[in-house]
C-alpha cells in the first residue's frame, strides 16, 4: 500500500462540481489500495476576496488578523472536500493545519515552517481514514495563525509529503505540467517531462508561478520528489527532481516572465565606500525586496545605482530614499520608472554552453525590442523590457531557442 500526498489547487476546487471532481479522484486512488492525503487550497478567488474585504475596512490591516481571516478560505475547502468524500462511502478527515502539526516561525502572512508533528494525522491514517489537509496555513510554538506566503498550500503539500516520508507527490493543478513558458503566453509551450529543483526554483521565482519557490526549496533541502500534473486528466505531468547527467544537454529549460515591476535610478552619489549600503540599507528597512540591482561609476568619481522592485514598493521606496540621499548628496537625483517586466531563460546547460545571452539578445534586438537591466546567474539570464512587450518577447525568445521542440 503506497502513501499517496496530492495538492489540489484553487481552481481544481473553485466550484462545487469541481470539488465534486477532487473528492472522486481522491476516491479513486483510495480504492487502487493507497492511503491518500490531500491538501487543499481555498477555492479560487476567495483569498483575493478576504484580502479585499479586509482593505475595505482597513488600508493597513494587522498582519496577524490577515492572517486569522486568510485561514479560514482553506477550512472551508477541507470541510468541503470532506463532505463530499463522505458522501461517496469515503471515511474522511478534514485536518487544520494545527492539526497537522505544521509549526511555524517569522513573521505573520510570511510564517516559515520550522517543525512537522504529524501525530495525528499517522493517527488517522492507522485508523483508516483519508485525510483532506488546510493548505497555506501553520501555526507558531505559541498556538498563533500564520499563513505561508502566497501560493503556500504548494509548500504544505511538501512537507507534509516529507514528514509522513510519503511514496508520492503529486500537485495537481489546471496545466498538465510545467511547460517551457506558460502555456496561457506562448502557445506552443511543450511540457517537460522532468525538470531539476534548481531550474525549478529559479523559475518559480522568477515569476513561473506554476510552483510557489519555497515550496521548491523546501523540497529540494528534504529530497522530495514531486510530479505536476492535471486534476482533470491523467496525463502523465513533469517530475521535479535533483538533476542527472542527461539534463546538461538541454541548454534552457524554460523562460518566465514577470509583470508589473518597476525601475528605481539614482545617480550623483560619491563613489565612496559604505554609499551602497547606506542606500540599501533604508529600503531593506523599509521591507523592500529588491530584485535585480546594478551599480556602475558615471562620470567624476559618481556612481549611479539601478534596482527593480514590485511596482506595488514603488513609492514606499521613494519616501525611504527621500532622507538618505538629501544626506549622501546635494547632486543625488532619482528617477524611476513603472510599466516594466523581467524575461527570464533559465537552464543548467548554460553552465557548459557559451553564446546563450547572446542568442537571447539577438532574438529581442530582431523584434525591435529594448533591452533596460540585465543580470545573469550561473542558470538564468534576466532582462527588463517594457511591460507592453513581454509577451512578444517570450515568444521571441522561446522560439529562438527552439523550445517548442524536443531537444535531440
Ligand atoms: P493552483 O491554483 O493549482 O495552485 P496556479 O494558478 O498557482 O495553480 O498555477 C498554475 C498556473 O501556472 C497555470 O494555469 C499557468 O498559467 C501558470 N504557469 C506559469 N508558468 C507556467 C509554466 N512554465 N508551466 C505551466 N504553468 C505555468
Ligand atoms: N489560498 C492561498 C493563495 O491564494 C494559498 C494557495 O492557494 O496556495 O495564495
Ligand atoms: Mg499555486
Redesign the pocket.
Known amino acids: 500500500m503506497a502513501l499517496i500526498v496530492q495538492k489540489y ?4 476546487v473553485g466550484s462545487i462540481d469541481r470539488i465534486r471532481n477532487v473528492a472522486g479522484r481522491m476516491a479513486r486512488t483510495r480504492d487502487a489500495g493507497n492511503q491518500v492525503v490531500a491538501v487543499v ?1 481555498a477555492m ?1 478567488g476567495v483569498t483575493d476576496g478576504l484580502i479585499k474585504m479586509a482593505k475595505e475596512l482597513n488600508e493597513e490591516p494587522a498582519d496577524r488578523e490577515l492572517d486569522v481571516l486568510l485561514a479560514t478560505g482553506e477550512q472551508q475547502s477541507i470541510a468541503l472536500v470532506a463532505m463530499a468524500l463522505h458522501s461517496l462511502g469515503v471515511d474522511a478527515a478534514s485536518v487544520t493545519g494545527r492539526q497537522a502539526g505544521i509549526y511555524t516561525t517569522g513573521s505573520h502572512t510570511r510564517g516559515r515552517i520550522s517543525n512537522m508533528d504529524p501525530t495525528l494525522m499517522r493517527k488517522f491514517l492507522d485508523e483508516g481514514k483519508t485525510l483532506v489537509v488546510a493548505g497555506f496555513q501553520g501555526v507558531t510554538l505559541d498556538g498563533m495563525v500564520h499563513t505561508l506566503g502566497r ?1 503556500g498550500s504548494d509548500l504544505t503539500a511538501i512537507a507534509v509529503a516529507a514528514a509522513l516520508k510519503a511514496d508520492v507527490c503529486q500537485i495537481l ?3 498538465d505540467g ?2 517551457t ?4 503566453i506562448v502557445k506552443n509551450a511543450r511540457k517537460l517531462p522532468e525538470i531539476s529543483y534548481d531550474e525549478m526554483l529559479e ?1 518559480a521565482s522568477s515569476g ?3 510552483m510557489q519557490s519555497r515550496s521548491v526549496e523546501f523540497a529540494k533541502k528534504f529530497g522530495v520528489i514531486f510530479e505536476v500534473r492535471s486534476s482533470l486528466n491523467d496525463n502523465p505531468g513533469t517530475l521535479v527532481l535533483e538533476e542527472h547527467p542527461n539534463m546538461e544537454n538541454v541548454v534552457i529549460r ?1 523562460i518566465s516572465i514577470e509583470r508589473s515591476q518597476a525601475r528605481v535610478t539614482i545617480s550623483g552619489i560619491p563613489d565612496h565606500p559604505g554609499m551602497s549600503g547606506k542606500i540599501l540599507g533604508c529600503l531593506a528597512e523599509a521591507e523592500i525586496n529588491l530584485d535585480m540591482i546594478v551599480s556602475n561609476i558615471s562620470s567624476e568619481d559618481r556612481s549611479k545605482h539601478s534596482f527593480t522592485m514590485h511596482s506595488n514598493d514603488l513609492g514606499k521606496a521613494q519616501a525611504a530614499l527621500k532622507p538618505v540621499l538629501a544626506e549622501l548628496s546635494k547632486d543625488a537625483k532619482i528617477e524611476t520608472e513603472a510599466g516594466i517586466a523581467k524575461l527570464s531563460a533559465v537552464g543548467i546547460g548554460m553552465r557548459s554552453h557559451s553564446g546563450v545571452a547572446a542568442t537571447m539578445f539577438k532574438a529581442l534586438g530582431d523584434k525591435g525590442i529594448n533591452i533596460g537591466m540585465i543580470s545573469t546567474s550561473e542558470i538564468k539570464i534576466a532582462v527588463t523590457v517594457d511591460e507592453i512587450h513581454i509577451e512578444d518577447a517570450a515568444r521571441a525568445v522561446h522560439d529562438a531557442f527552439g523550445l517548442d521542440k524536443e531537444p535531440v
Do not use: F, I, Q
Open positions: 489547487g484553487g481552481t481544481s487550497s479560487s501560493g493543478t489546471d496545466v510545467v511547460y513558458c506558460d502555456p496561457r523559475m513561473s508561478k506554476v524554460g
